[in-house]
């Protein structure tokens, strides 16, 4: 088993311009969530999916951050366009069920760097 | 205030000590994880706790719920245990990981 598998490990771009990060979760695996971590915090969640539904985006600035889970299995995040305040570590998680009782499996990130 | 308290935030140590990280949280929680992050690296998920205590290898994690407050105890310290260590639980309403800030564990040869 691959794990959560997230792609590029490193990203780094103007700012002003448009950044895709893509994750494929292990298999089987209902719930996909998306986090970002500054440095030195905690990540944060941005969005949860269940399947191809999005439950639970309320932390994502819509207005420039898109995602999608197409077929509820492989999933990309979006920013357009990027600005120097979203460097950070993204990272994309799954798990079985959503449920307090299931173990969340992480990718090993995004590093991005906006310049 | 955090509603998850992680201390030490940094800690040094010599090879082969004994390490204790406390976790206190303010909410109802229906799980309680311990993962590690290496710089650069994913995070991995160390624990998984509801209740009690778990071992794994030269990890402990213990939790009390009544008291809320976890800890993760590392025996016979090493280098290669040099991490982040993010204590994160999972409130009773909803499925969000609330998360500790993170205990910097160096371990010097």
């Known amino acids: 088993e691959a794990g959560v598998v997230q792609s590029p490990r490193y990203k780094i771009i103007e700012k002003k311009q448009p950044v895709a990060f893509w994750c494929n979760p292990i298999s089987g695996h209902n719930t996909l969530y998306w986090y970002r971590q500054n440095l030195g915090q905690g990540p944060e969640l941005l969005i949860r999916?269940?399947?191809?539904?999005?439950?639970?985006d309320s932390q994502l600035p819509k207005d420039r951050f898109s995602a999608e889970r197409l077929k509820g299995v492989d999933s990309t995040l979006k920013i357009q366009p990027a600005e120097l305040g979203d460097s950070a570590v993204y990272l994309c998680?799954?798990?079985?069920?959503?449920?307090?009782?299931?173990?969340?499996?992480f990718g090993q990130g995004t590093r991005l760097t906006v310049v | 205030k955090n509603e998850v308290e992680q201390s030490p935030q940094n800690l040094t140590a010599q090879e082969g000590e004994f390490i204790t990280i406390n976790c206190s949280y303010s909410v109802g929680i229906s799980a309680l994880h311990w993962l590690q992050q290496h710089p650069g690296g994913g995070i991995v998920s160390l624990f998984m706790?509801?209740?009690?205590?778990k071992k794994h290898g030269r990890l402990i994690a213990t939790i009390n719920i009544q008291e809320k407050h976890s800890s993760l105890h590392i025996t016979a310290s090493h280098p290669r245990d040099s991490a982040v260590y993010i204590c994160?639980?999972?409130?009773?309403?909803?499925?969000?990981?609330?998360w500790g800030a993170g205990t910097k564990l160096i371990i010097k040869p």
């Open positions: 999916y269940e399947n191809e539904e999005a439950v639970d």
């Open positions: 998680a799954s798990s079985l069920f959503p449920g307090g009782n299931t173990e969340a499996f």
């Open positions: 706790l509801s209740s009690g205590k």
């Open positions: 994160a639980v999972r409130g009773v309403s909803n499925y969000q990981l609330i």
